[in-house]
């Protein structure tokens, strides 16, 4: 798929990859930024190459193939397209708060799936270890778990970490941006990121978003 050189939204792109696992079990559907080669007023004129754009394709084509999303859940027509500052897992988890939290030791395979920082390994990590005995959050951490992005949405035993309540949509929100802004490379598109540039949460930011009040 050639992104950017169309304008199909990544909606219309995600669901014609869908149809392509499901009518022909393809493989693999791969994504390329459109980069424009000259000037002819024939082709299309980019700033610069949607890589950002191609990151969250890929993304979400991990999600569609491994995770048991659908595209349609991932996007719709309100919102056809992927955040530039979160990537597409963490965007639908914000958005469907009402299915969190979940409990490590109660939930399916494909609902630890759901939450973001738990992959496939984990998951299937976690099924096999709590037929033995109910894991706590130092459990999850040696189980391959990245704490700092699922802690918003889980609980073990019905506990959050710290014993803290962490369902709060401005406060998470505000925690995962900061941590995308720390590992996500500058695909040369500065104009997209630069809303990171202040986007470092103090004590007071975070006392605020608990209770309400960001």
Known sequence: MMVGASPESDLKILKLSESLYKKFSLKRVYYSAYVSINNDKNLPSLEAPPLLRENRLYQADWLLRFYGFKAEELLDETHPNFNNLLDPKCEWALRHLECFPIDINKADFYTLLRVPGIGVTSAK??????????????????????????????????????????????????????????????????????????????????????????
């Open 125 to 214: 990590r976690i099924i096999r270890a709590r037929r033995n005995f109910n894991l706590n959050f130092d459990n999850l951490k040696g189980l391959g778990v990245v704490l700092k992005r699922a802690i918003y949405f889980i609980t073990c035993d019905g506990k959050y970490f710290n014993h803290a309540n962490y369902l709060n949509h401005s406060f998470i929100e505000t925690n995962l941006l900061y941590q995308e802004r720390k590992s996500v490379p500058i695909f040369n598109t500065s104009k997209q990121l630069s809303l990171f540039d202040n986007l470092n949460p103090t004590k007071e930011d975070t006392i605020k978003c608990l209770t309400g009040n960001l």
